[in-house]
DNA sequence: ACAAATATTTAGTTATATCTAAAAATATAT
DNA sequence: ATATATTTTTAGATATAACTAAATATTTGT
């Protein structure tokens, strides 16, 4: 039985494991963590001794079998509660994350698949990220940054990279949500803004919003 | 924001209350949560300095009004998530427990609430137990023990007494739910066992089972 | 290759929550 | 009333998970 804490670090050593190749830096977990540097050192030594991570001093962490399995089943967990909080409690895509940062510690595989199997074992989370099943297999997802799309290309939104509360309500002002298509019109080379048509409607967006809008080809 | 330790004690202290009139003693309270008295000690003192609990050393400890509305609001989560497992998710009221040891510490408002109109306002819980509305009254039941009938009486199920997990199977191995009327037949003057009447079956239940079972005369 | 900058670890401290053993207070029984 | 038993508190220890400051290792730039 692991603390909150341990698994709040695997989980996020899992999810910087994903942007880079080597292994993860006692700085990049620290600023993921909102924590010390010399609090994850610690950390990272008490994991190896467990064996969850494989850690060299100086060289950082990479999370072993056993400690990947533990990290994809927390993320289970959290958006499962997530799909729950939106689609049975009717809460919004921008108020259910931090609740979530809580249920997903609770204990029971029996519940967390009674929770699945009540959901209908959904696919995707509110935020289009895939949820793992119970085996801990992901659906391997086709997606592009709709700032790769070329004028006149189209794409229907399928994650939003930054689940920030404040990205979320922007998305909502502008209608726009998992699923929609979305229609490159033109590309401003001058700061790469991108004029797209989302349902009937056009609409001037940044680089850094496009960025953040992850699209299926279509 | 308190730690899950600090509710856990509100919460054991404000059982132990309703069972007697004078302030609850450190024994008591060790019993309950399994720990020991030395323990208990330095928790009282640290709810005393927080305003919790009204306590004089060797005397006892009693819950403020902040202290008892906190235990109250950690009840109610902890039986409308029962309520929760039980009605949503088809958990058997022995399984339910432990899971909601741990939901009850889930801190938001807003999510209790929600749950608590999902499941249409519950007035008790799957073991008959009242759940405190949001502001924290609690529905009086009219309820005796069914050792307390005299034969030829009869009472509806309300409350289970003894939720434990093998005294909920029990119960089940013999058809007796909350709801049920049970007739008193005959009550046996050497043990003080006693035949009653549940649908069209007659069964003979001990002095101890009859006391765990609260029912509302009729 | 070396100095400077940066990243990481170590050492020592704090806070929480537990425990055991000993001391002190209270309750009980003759 | 006084000895004995019981309950409760205190003192001191351990484990977890943070922190700051200092030491050390690694990386970068010239
Ligand atoms: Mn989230
Ligand atoms: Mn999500
Ligand atoms: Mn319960
Ligand atoms: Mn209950």
Redesign the pocket.
């Known amino acids: 039985m692991?603390?909150?804490?341990?698994e709040?670090?695997l989980k996020a050593i899992y999810h910087i494991e994903k942007l880079q190749s080597n292994g993860v830096?006692?700085?990049?977990v620290?600023e993921k963590?909102?924590?010390?540097?010399?609090?994850?050192?610690?950390?990272?030594?008490?994991l190896a001794e467990k064996r969850l991570v494989i850690?060299?001093?100086?060289?950082?962490a990479l999370l072993s079998a056993k400690g990947k399995e533990i990290a994809i089943s927390v993320i289970r967990k959290h958006r499962l509660w997530e799909s729950f909080l939106v689609n049975k409690l009717n809460f919004s895509w921008d108020e259910v994350h931090d609740i979530a940062e809580q249920l997903e510690h609770i204990q029971s595989d029996e519940l967390i698949n009674r929770l699945d199997a009540y959901l209908g074992f959904p696919k995707v989370d509110p935020h289009g990220d895939p949820i793992p099943d119970k085996d801990g297999n992901i659906a391997k997802q086709e997606k592009i940054k709709l700032s790769n799309l070329k004028e006149t290309q189209q794409g229907i939104l399928v994650t939003i990279k930054d689940s920030s509360d404040d990205f979320l309500r922007y998305l909502d002002k502008k209608s726009i949500s998992i699923g929609s298509t979305i229609k490159v019109i033109a590309i401003e080379p001058f700061d790469k803004s991108i004029l797209v048509k989302i349902g009937k409607k056009e609409l001037m967006i940044t680089e850094n919003v496009a960025n953040n809008l992850l699209v299926k080809e279509i």
């Open positions: 692991l603390s909150f804490s341990e709040n670090y830096s006692t700085n990049a620290a963590m909102d924590t010390k540097a010399s609090s994850v050192t610690d950390m990272l030594q008490k850690y060299k001093k100086y060289k950082g």
